[in-house]
């Protein structure tokens, strides 16, 4: 199983939006989103996703398994602090999930990208909690600090450590 990132062109946008729709239905199980009244889990201010195309401290890939679309992976740096890279979405398909995909494409994300990193976590969602904990856990060993901080509006988990290249 062959796992690429590919950074996602501006042409390519469209993709993206659309495979967020299935992040944002994902995320509905912990959010009590609800769907729109046409049936779609859309309704996501698509206009957030602009930084990616014009600042140099975001960078949008799709995950590919076997030349696959598999998903995405949003890098930022943080707003409140530019010295840490931050994983601002992630989403895998099902169809992928469980067979090391995820833990794959953090290795390549911080080996592209070395310095501090953080990841948030909704505290509703145990099973990311895990998954976080063991992807980083596969890099960095128990070297990282796991608390709870308020992002914007929600309290959420916060990995943080860091990697050197």
Avoid at 69 to 87: N, Q
Avoid at 108 to 124: D, N, S, T
């Amino acid at each position: 199983m062959e796992v690429q990132l590919v950074k996602i062109e501006r042409e390519e946008r469209h993709v993206l939006e659309n495979l967020f729709c299935y992040y944002v239905y994902d995320m509905s199980e912990y959010m009590k989103w609800n769907p729109a009244e046409d049936g779609t889990f859309g309704g996501y201010d698509v206009s957030k996703f602009d930084p990616y195309w014009i600042r140099d401290d975001h960078v949008p890939y799709f995950i590919k398994v076997d030349n696959q679309l598999a998903g995405f992976i949003l890098i930022r740096r943080y707003p409140s602090d530019f010295t840490r890279y931050d994983v601002a979405q992630f989403f895998v398909l099902r169809k992928f999930k469980g067979q090391g995909v995820g833990k794959c494409v953090l290795a390549q994300v911080v080996r592209a990208f070395p310095g501090k990193w953080q990841i948030r976590i909704l505290l509703e969602n145990s099973g990311a909690l895990s998954f976080w904990k063991s992807a980083v856990s596969n890099i960095v060993g128990e070297d990282y600090e796991l608390s709870k901080a308020i992002d914007v509006d929600l309290v959420m988990y916060f990995i943080q450590f860091e990697t050197t290249s």
